[in-house]
């Protein structure tokens, strides 16, 4: 990894393969939690031929050893921080009854 930009989760990868270095984001990090990498740190990547903020490779997978995981492990949720949104309406001026429907929110992926 020549350089990681922490607070922007993106950096650049260098290899014989991708000459002038192979941009990746966070987002291509495979490894569950925070996904960070450090410069000077051995990765392996795959890559495609796509020009991205300068660069004319772009990392599509990237992870630490040599053993490419399948997928980034899927996050547990958080017991620390859980999101409620209740919406009220006043009722309309002239007094007319309106149509209201609750629905309960549904999870990520329980939809």
Not at 51 to 73: E, F, I, K, M, S
Not at 81 to 107: K, N, W
């Amino acid at each position: 990894m020549r350089e990681w930009h922490v607070d922007e989760g993106w950096g650049v990868i260098d290899s014989d393969a991708t000459p002038g270095g192979c941009w990746a984001h966070f987002g291509t990090v495979l490894m569950s939690g925070y996904r960070s990498l450090s410069p000077g740190q051995p990765v392996s990547f795959e890559f495609e031929t796509e020009w991205q903020d300068g660069y004319d490779y772009r990392a599509v997978a990237v992870w630490t050893g040599n053993d490419r995981p399948a997928t980034p492990a899927r996050q547990k949720p958080s017991a620390a921080y859980h999101s409620i949104l209740r919406l009220e309406f006043d009722a309309p001026a002239d007094g007319e009854a309106t149509d209201r429907v609750e629905r309960p929110l549904q999870e990520p992926g329980n939809q």
